[in-house]
């Protein structure tokens, strides 16, 4: 099964290149993002300390921004489950359900893909539920970056498979491009 989001494969390509969420944006970067129109960038990873108002949470989300479970610089979601404090692991699951660590990076997914964000982005790595060993960057570090490659895709029909009906069922599927598969 081939994913193809908003007509391109592999992903979306038409938004508007999107901030740098530091986890702390003051009311000033907001208000230029709005009067140029930029979308905003919500990091899932960053939702689960603060409160209920934490703009990262889904359902604090806004339609003109992307969300991501996790970016490149950040560490994989089973990487950071294992590593997060535990007032974040218990922030998420009595906002999820979800307790058993394997289950974090499908849940993450879930909830950007059906977050009311305009697009979702998320890293292979989560996809496929590597742990932290997986990482793509680490700021700050010289050593180490970017050397994460899949052999192959071949044996990821059934990850492939997940990501069809997720876009479909959080409507994220272009029109009519899934629709003579089995539901």
Not at 43 to 53: I, P, T, Y
Not at 112 to 128: A, F, N, R
Request: aromatic share 8%; net charge negative.
């Amino acid at each position: 099964i081939a994913l193809e989001v908003n007509g391109v494969s592999g992903g979306s390509v038409n938004a508007a290149v999107p901030q740098i969420a530091l986890e702390v944006i003051t009311p000033d970067v907001v208000a230029l993002r709005e009067e140029i129109g930029a979308p905003g960038m919500l990091v899932l990873q960053f939702a689960w300390e603060g409160g209920g108002a934490n703009v990262h949470l889904p359902h604090n989300h806004y339609p003109n921004s992307i969300c991501y479970p996790g970016t490149h610089d950040n560490d994989t979601a089973a990487g950071w489950w294992a590593s997060t404090n535990d007032k974040a692991k218990t922030a998420f699951t009595r906002y999820t359900g979800v307790q058993d660590a394997a289950e974090v990076p499908s849940k993450m997914i879930e909830l950007g893909m059906s977050s009311v964000s305009k697009d979702c982005i998320m890293i292979m790595q989560d996809v496929i539920g590597l742990d932290g060993s997986a990482r793509f960057n680490t700021p700050g570090t010289a050593d180490g970056n970017w050397v994460w490659r899949s052999k192959s895709f071949d044996n990821f029909t059934a990850e492939a498979e997940n990501m069809v009906a997720l876009c479909k069922v959080t409507d994220r599927a272009p029109p009519g491009k899934y629709d003579n598969e089995d539901e």
